[in-house]
């Protein structure tokens, strides 16, 4: 018996899903701060990606597929990056002493 690929695509997918979040979950507040800059990181070379996946094809057909996810990419990452680093300042705010 042969298993479709998009259904075992999308276990590994679900799966995954239920990992990510029981992993974040579980990470303690220490690490939170160091997390959020790994994921900026992550981030950025999504943009990177997405500004390749936008400026490809030719250049009749300007709205392709590719191009449309591209930059959908490139928002959604924008919008990703510039929350990790408001949560950053909001978690280092929490470490630094008050002045009496």
Do not use: C
């Amino acid at each position: 018996m042969e298993i479709d690929p998009f259904i075992f695509r999308l276990s590994i997918f679900i799966l995954s899903i239920f990992v990510g979040y029981y992993v974040v979950w579980s990470v303690t507040p220490s690490l939170h701060t160091p997390l959020m800059s790994v994921t900026n990181a992550i981030s950025s070379v999504i943009i990177v990606g997405a500004i390749i996946a936008a400026l490809s094809g030719s250049s009749i057909e300007i709205f392709n597929l590719s191009n449309i996810f591209g930059f959908l990419a490139i928002i959604l990452a924008a919008v990703n990056i510039f929350g990790g680093f408001l949560v950053t300042q909001r978690m280092l705010q929490m470490y630094k002493k008050k002045k009496k």
